[in-house]
């Protein structure tokens, strides 16, 4: 026994170079609920590691923590432990927009304060909060005069999972940045990753590892470094170390999204509870909503961004987009191609655009009144091209601008060219570098800080990944983030039949996406087809949740699909509450939401290509109350293969809270429901 239990430990501590026996636990905790627990370690040459059990069984092994510094010698070895504390904590506050209208905020702090007392005493402190459902660490640096400034070349930090397990990841660093398909392989056999990046263990066991308010940081990406273990890696900056501090500070967390299976995994609010609460006070003037726009028909190439004689953003034809905002109680109209600049190559520079200046056949402040008489608003577009250097000497005149007119919202793009953006450096210089260095995640902060001032939304596309900032700055409404409806447009490949069913489990563990759904027509350009089904694209407004959603379809694909385009007009965008029925990574979930503004529920079921049947139950629903179920499922025959892909039936049924739905779903498909409670 006791060299069996030798060889384990010494092959979980491998990265130390010291025995096993030198280990000594120097802190634990465990959650409220005693579901998870934390051991932090050192060795005999001070290095820290910690490890992680679920249920008294090991899932995270002995792993690595400290810091690679460029101005000092590395954080790494040499510790000792000058204090541990624990404290526990249990809130619930309320979200101003959001999947669920109150979160709670439950968990066991442990905070762990080392210093090196042979090199000049410098200390950290190392924070965990352990939930129930993952844990988020963090490291702290106390002001302190032998390191004023931390300049960090890389993390150690590591995650050594024990179990063999499958992940699903997207690469990191590569040409498309986040719209990169979700891969699927062993977890030993992926290389760079960026996150999200959700694994199944053998037991069943899910595990998301990702990241929280990444604020005036570098972008954590995993890198597998051995086996099954991953280590942090750092965005790189294009001025020196990837991070540059002064005095005090914190790194964003490091999170483990940990449940049974991937329903619990959506369900988890860590990533959010890890933020600083709102920092803006009364956000009343930020509006969850639907919008069309002048968009889709570009993609369909049957109209340009640029001027000219198939120039999209006319005044003519946005007014078209407005009458019908307000026809069919849209409050946005989203207009691309508005502002001079597009005519320039400007996917690689954007330094020609103006982002005050329309373009003569556009009419922006007599279109921004026309909507406000309508009860409509323009929603603002500022495409950049990456060139954050022009960008940010525009940004104020071009917020207050939007402002001055009634524009309360804005999507912004960051088109890149090999997923680089034009900064500027540390020295003052023009440098270029990834958007997903610590320049770039401070200028996209900036962006929505700045835009805070005159009360503006931001829609960020090409942007930083989501790690839960909304929270403390709740006009950032959504983002993009990954593969969205155009790559349907464009078919080079067109998104996979399973991309729903894999993003509500990867990309949606970190906030809002901004996927632009309701594509009635089921076609791109020059007659590319998706691989879905009509009940499918319905389905998506409850299974990708944004607090802003789009309405992509043009205006006479609508007109020709009224039964389908009223579950569109129906569905809100704000809840209050969200509860995962069921599903696996990329095979097929089932999502019920409950309207915010009233007693109604959503329900949204997609699938892969393969039919299924899916139970739901209706426990969700009040008791002893009655609903009106409006169904919007695939056809008998309906298949995103053939031409049956349209077949929709469209039905009613009354039911109550034990009532079990078998919501049948063709291959590709989806089922969309409605439920309102009876009078």
């Not at 170079?17 to 005999?44: C, H, K, T």
């Not at 005159?454 to 409404?477: A, C, F, M, Q």
């Not at 489990?505 to 809002?512: H, K, V, W, Y």
């Amino acid at each position: 026994m006791t060299i069996r239990r030798f060889a384990i430990v010494l092959t979980a501590s491998c990265l130390f170079s010291l025995p096993a026996w030198a280990q000594q636990v120097i802190a634990s905790a465990a959650s409220p609920g005693n579901v998870l627990s934390v051991e932090v370690q050192v060795d005999g040459g001070g290095k820290l590691a910690y490890g992680i059990k679920r249920r008294g069984k090991e899932i995270i092994g002995l792993s690595r923590l400290g810091f690679n510094l460029a101005n000092a010698r590395k954080l790494d070895g040499g510790f000792s432990l000058r204090k541990h504390t624990s404290s526990e904590h249990d809130s619930t506050w309320e979200q101003p927009w959001g999947e669920r209208q109150f979160v709670r905020n439950r968990y066991r702090e442990l905070r762990v304060d080392v210093e090196q007392k042979k090199h000049d005493g410098r200390q950290l402190t190392v924070v965990f909060r352990i939930y129930d459902d993952g844990i988020g660490f963090r490291y702290e640096f106390p002001a302190q005069p032998q390191l004023k400034s931390v300049e960090i070349l890389d993390e150690l930090t590591e995650f050594a999972v024990t179990q063999p397990a499958t992940a699903w990841w997207i690469p990191a660093g590569e040409l498309p940045g986040l719209e990169e398909e979700i891969r699927k392989a062993p977890l030993r056999e992926i290389g760079i990753a960026n996150t999200p990046l959700t694994v199944r263990l053998d037991d069943g066991t899910h595990i998301a590892f990702h990241e929280a308010a990444l604020v005036d940081y570098a972008t954590m990406w995993l890198r597998k470094v051995d086996g099954q273990k991953l280590r942090a890696m750092l965005a790189p900056s294009p001025s020196g170390p990837a991070v540059v501090r002064q005095g005090a500070f914190t790194t964003p967390w490091r999170t483990l999204q940990i449940a049974s299976d991937a329903a619990g995994l959506y369900m988890s609010d860590l990533v959010l509870n890890l933020n600083e609460p709102n920092k803006l006070g009364d956000v009343s003037w930020v509006k969850p909503s639907k919008f069309v726009g002048v968009w889709w028909q570009m993609h369909l190439n049957s109209g340009t961004w640029n001027a000219g004689p198939k120039h999209a953003a006319t005044t003519a034809n946005t007014k078209k987009y407005i009458d019908f905002a307000a026809k069919n109680g849209f409050r946005g109209v989203l207009v691309e191609g508005w502002n001079k600049g597009w005519e320039s190559d400007w996917g690689h520079g954007g330094a020609d655009f103006s982002f005050t200046q329309p373009y003569p056949d556009f009419d922006l402040p007599g279109l921004a009144a026309y909507a406000k008489s309508k009860g409509v608003r323009l929603i603002g577009h500022h495409e950049t091209g990456a060139n954050i250097v022009a960008y940010e000497k525009q940004m104020d005149a071009a917020y207050k601008l939007y402002a001055k007119l009634g524009v309360d919202s804005i999507k912004s793009g960051y088109v890149h060219e090999a997923g680089t953006a034009l900064f500027t450096g540390r020295d003052g210089k023009p440098r270029y570098g990834h958007y997903d260095s610590q320049e770039g995640v401070r200028h996209f902060q900036k962006a929505v800080t700045e835009a805070a001032k005159y009360k503006l939304s931001i829609d960020t596309h090409e942007p930083v990944k989501d790690t839960g900032v909304r929270r403390t700055y709740p006009n950032w409404l959504t983002r993009e983030g990954a593969r969205g409806v155009e790559y349907n447009a464009w078919g080079n490949p067109p998104n996979s039949v399973d991309h729903e069913a894999k993003l509500v489990f990867t990309r949606m563990l970190s906030g809002p996406m901004d996927y632009t759904p309701g594509v009635l027509s089921l076609q791109g350009a020059d007659g590319k087809v998706f691989n879905s089904t009509q009940a499918k694209q319905l389905a998506n407004y409850v299974v990708i949740y944004s607090p802003i959603q789009m309405a992509a379809d043009l205006p006479e694909n609508y007109e020709k699909y009224p039964a389908a385009f009223k579950f569109i007009r129906d569905v809100p965008t704000d809840w209050a509450d969200t509860r995962v029925v069921n599903g696996v990574i990329g095979k097929f979930a089932t999502i019920a939401r409950k309207d915010r503004a009233s007693p109604d529920w959503y329900v949204g079921a997609v699938t892969d290509d393969q039919g299924r049947t899916l139970p739901l139950a209706l426990d969700f629903l009040d008791k002893g109350k009655r609903y009106t179920a409006e169904i919007y499922r695939d056809g008998d025959g309906a298949d995103y293969r053939t031409a049956r892909r349209f077949d929709l039936v469209v039905e009613t049924k009354t039911v109550t809270a034990k009532d079990v739905l078998q919501l049948r779903l063709a291959p590709g498909g989806g089922q969309a429901i409605r439920l309102v409670p009876q009078l």
